[in-house]
């Protein structure tokens, strides 16, 4: 009888790290925190299943959408080892336990099925996370350590920071990818390009050049790129890899169109006519097991018996038959999904806040729901953030409204400026959440009104 993943657990952390992992569960003041990296962001029916039981019998029932794609346990009591094993059982760790950190590759969730594409990102993604687990050296890269790769999809998170970005355009014809360093395809435009086929060559040479360089205190690519200026880092890369690298001044190509903010709720086109995907927010990023099960249960009935998790905390069924859509957004939405963007706690994000954070200065999630209740009765939607503190964890990216606490239930308000850095313009001081409410409901007629 083959041994079980449990059985390979590890009798101590990888190595410190702040961050929860699968096998590094860090404590909260609501019990520990689990994290469970889903490649491309995918797992099985019988995996979240798994999980739902998981969260029920070693945590308090709370299980979470991240903003990569990933689940989150929270509350975990004292069996530690239980947990870890029951996941590791179910296929939800990695082949070799010192790669847990660093399996950090972000794909579009309609990958290898959207219309837009240019390519399949399917089989390069598999060969890089392979490489990611098995690559000895890159074990030591930070669990921040972050890369994302997209082929053109129209449904794909291009807002978020990474320190390796990978693209796909295409040139005079051809299809290339572009990539980037300590920012994002959505704003950056790319260093340079190299052909799709060279794309795991590239990582391996970027990540290589950056652990040979980076100090052990400079953990992202944006500290290595304060010491090695740009020219210098991307002239040894050149040296290094056996492809053509098109240097990004020489390229010629016209920018991408965002994806839409709301294209990720509700039913989304697929390549194949009869095929279509249906997505559900994740109501403040967090699922209950039931929600859980009863979602993987549909993904055997309507779909392909997976599930996808999105970077806007939301999850996706794919390869549901046309004729079934309605039946299908019905069953989620009374699961307790939001696939309707006219819901206003569609568009609305909170981090864990005070009830479960130290840091948190106010209860972001329970003001977030009395701010959804107001804007939905005002029949306002309004892409907001509540972050409990400064270090915005529920966000990887400035949103478009950051509300920013600074005692229970009093927050500043931010507007998003591309001029500004952080959360962008200081519009108002210690609000309510009432006040909040009637502000933007202000601002969002006055930017509709003639």
């Known amino acids: 009888m083959a041994e079980p993943l449990s059985a390979r657990i590890p009798a101590a952390p990888i190595r410190p790290s702040a961050c929860p992992g699968l096998l590094r569960i860090v404590p909260a003041l609501d019990g520990g925190i689990c994290r469970i990296k889903l490649p491309g962001g995918v797992i099985t029916a019988q995996q979240a299943l798994a999980v739902a039981d998981a969260a029920e019998q070693f945590a308090g029932g709370v299980i979470e959408a991240t903003n990569r794609g990933n689940l989150q346990i929270r509350g975990i009591g004292q069996d530690h080892q239980g947990l870890i094993a029951t996941l590791l059982d179910a296929g939800l760790g990695p082949r070799n336990p010192a790669s847990d950190d660093v399996r950090n590759l972000m794909l579009s969730p309609t990958a290898g099925i959207d219309p837009q594409q240019l390519f399949d990102a399917r089989p390069l993604a598999a060969r890089m996370l392979d490489t990611l687990e098995n690559h000895p050296r890159f074990h030591e890269l930070s669990p921040k350590f972050a890369l994302s790769l997209d082929a053109g999809e129209g449904l794909a998170m291009l807002d978020h920071p990474h ?20 920012g994002c395809p959505g704003t950056d435009s790319p260093l340079a390009a190299v052909p799709v086929e060279a794309g795991h060559d590239l990582m391996v040479a970027v990540l290589e050049l950056f652990l040979d360089h980076a100090r052990p205190d400079q953990a992202r690519m944006r500290h290595l790129l304060q010491n090695l200026p740009l020219e210098a880092l991307l002239d040894l890369l050149a040296q290094r890899l056996p492809h053509t ?42 699922l209950t097991p039931s929600m859980l099960r009863n979602a993987a249960r549909l993904a055997v009935e309507r779909g392909d018996g997976t599930l996808v998790m999105t970077p806007w905390q939301s999850l996706m069924l794919r390869n549901v038959s046309r004729e079934n859509a309605s039946l299908v957004l019905d069953s989620l939405q009374a699961a307790g999904l939001l696939c309707d963007a006219d819901q206003a706690l569609s568009h609305i994000i909170a981090c864990t806040g005070s009830a479960a ?28 953030h509540l972050s409990g503190c400064n270090r915005s964890c529920a966000a990887a990216h400035a949103a478009p409204i950051t509300l920013l606490a600074v005692s229970a239930g009093q927050y500043d308000l931010y507007f998003r400026r591309v001029d500004q850095p ?8 210690d609000l309510t959440i009432e006040a909040v409410g009637a502000l933007l409901t202000a601002d969002s007629r006055s930017n509709t009104d003639d």
């Open 163 to 182: 320190d390796l970005w990978l693209s796909a355009l295409d040139i005079e014809g051809q299809t290339w990818l572009g990539f980037g360093l300590a």
């Open 245 to 286: 690298l098109r240097i990004g001044r020489t390229i010629t190509t016209s920018r991408r169109k965002p994806t839409k903010p709301s294209a990720h709720i509700g039913t989304y086109p697929q390549r194949q006519p009869a095929l279509i995907s249906i997505g559900g927010v994740v109501p403040l990023g967090r």
């Open 357 to 384: 954070c130290g840091k948190g200065l106010a209860d972001t999630k329970a003001d977030a729901l009395q701010l959804a209740e107001y804007l939905q009765q005002q029949g306002v939607t309004q892409a907001v």
């Open 422 to 429: 952080g959360f962008g313009e200081l519009r108002e001081r």
